[in-house]
């Protein structure tokens, strides 16, 4: 089983990225997904999930109405639209896919937010 994201990169402040995350080796559309975060010296926090077929989707306060999680279950791919981004959105971005006990991880993407 693997997960790769992809997508990051350097963007001014109030600028748009869109991260994704590429699954295989098991069968992606029976797992739920999260995107995290991990700013230097921090610790690492929950971004936004969404379940299996997609039908909902969960955001943490800092990007509410700023980023939005998508999945493409035919793709085996999952997506995070970063919009406005603030130079606290800095951080190493990472995919979690999970099912029950099982997760797997990503090994993550950079974005920088930096004028």
């Known amino acids: 089983a693997q997960l790769v994201e992809s997508g990051g990169g350097l963007v001014q402040p109030g600028g748009s990225l869109t991260l994704s995350c590429a699954a295989s080796?098991?069968?992606?559309?029976?797992?739920?997904v999260s995107w995290y975060r991990q700013a230097p010296e921090k610790e690492r926090e929950l971004v936004a999930s969404?379940?299996?077929?997609?039908?909902?989707?969960i955001y943490q306060d800092p990007v509410k109405g700023r980023f939005t999680i998508s999945r493409d279950n035919a793709k085996n791919t999952v997506y995070l639209q970063m919009n406005s981004l603030k130079p606290e959105d800095t951080a190493v971005y990472y995919c979690?896919?999970?099912?029950?006990?099982?997760?797997?991880w990503g090994p993550g993407t950079q974005v920088t937010v930096s004028s």
């Open positions: 080796g098991f069968t992606f559309s029976n797992y739920d």
């Open positions: 969404i379940t299996s077929a997609g039908g909902r989707t």
């Open positions: 979690n896919s999970y099912r029950g006990v099982v997760r797997y």
